[in-house]
């Protein structure tokens, strides 16, 4: 099996759910969704957010909220066997509505030592998945709710003294138009000058307010809405790669894979022939 080949993909109102055997570093980036991380066997590798290093094992999970930036060290000791899930956390408050809602900052560290319960969890969905073809949705909407529920009950303080609130920064006006801004011209890879000036900001000053509100930067959230429109493509179209790269800004379709690969450790025609769709709804447009 080629290191950073996709075992399989799962998509649906939930997010997505990949298992990927990699050896390969992934850039710095963020996204609006929970990335939760579990390595199932092979090499022992690490992520980073910020200054601080992450070792991924086999007793820990490592537990992202949305916009909190993250990389992924290369495998130098051999490739790693890992599930990702990308929860989107409107479905995650209506799915547990007693969790902390509505959720931004849901969990308080971003490794924690793996429990038996999430444990059994994660291998419960993780062994189910080969039988997709047998297997109908309803069935994986369970295994992740239950993963979920267990990662929540185990890993959030619901003591009460934590105040968990979507976006708990402020978002300035000035961002949220540069949001709008980003979303209306994506496809054009808009440079950050061009968004700070149209927001009447000057770049420095931008740079700070954008990631005071959303903890990201700017790029970040430039390169996600990217991503996002790129996998909702892949996923319910059958567009030729070239034809993606140019409507997306990219040019040259080594760009766009380059891109996707430095983010995803998978390229875009194996993201495409591994995605297993669990319902018939199109993605939605992505929001903040």
Not at 59 to 71: E, I, K, Q, R, T
Not at 95 to 108: I, N, S
Not at 215 to 222: K, L
Request: charged share 25%; glycine share 6%; with cysteine.
């Amino acid at each position: 099996m080629d290191r950073g080949t996709p075992i399989w993909i799962l998509q649906g109102t939930f997010g997505s759910a990949t298992v990927n055997l990699t050896d390969k570093p992934l850039v710095e980036h963020a996204h609006r969704e929970f990335n939760i991380l579990f390595k199932l066997c092979g090499a022992d590798t690490a992520f980073r957010a910020g200054s601080e290093i992450l070792p991924l094992d086999d007793d820990s999970v490592l537990l992202f909220n949305p916009w909190v930036p993250h990389a992924k060290f290369a495998g130098h000791a051999g490739a790693t066997m890992i599930m990702s899930l990308i929860i989107d956390p409107d479905w995650l408050a209506r799915t547990l509505p007693d969790a902390h809602k509505p959720l931004a900052g849901l969990f308080p560290n971003s490794r924690e030592k793996l429990s038996d319960e999430v444990r059994i969890h994660a291998n419960r969905l993780a062994a189910a998945v080969p039988h997709h073809l047998v297997t109908p949705a309803s069935v994986y909407d369970d295994l992740i709710k239950d993963l979920l529920s267990a990662l929540v009950l185990t890993y959030v303080d619901s003591s009460g003294d934590a105040d968990f609130v979507a976006n708990a920064r402020p978002i300035d006006y000035r961002i949220r138009r540069a949001l709008t801004f980003i979303h209306e011209h994506a496809r054009e890879n808009p440079k950050i000058d061009e968004i700070a000036r149209n927001v009447g900001l000057s770049r420095s000053r931008f740079f700070e307010q954008f990631r005071r509100c959303l903890g990201a930067t700017p790029q970040h959230y430039i390169d996600y809405v990217r991503m996002a429109l790129a996998i909702r493509w892949l996923s319910t179209t059958d567009r030729l790669l070239g034809e993606l790269a140019v409507d997306l800004g990219f040019g040259a379709q080594g760009n766009f894979t380059r891109f996707f690969i430095q983010r995803l450790a998978v390229a875009p025609s194996e993201f495409r022939r591994q995605t297993i769709n669990l319902d018939h709804d199109s993605p939605a447009e992505d929001s903040l």
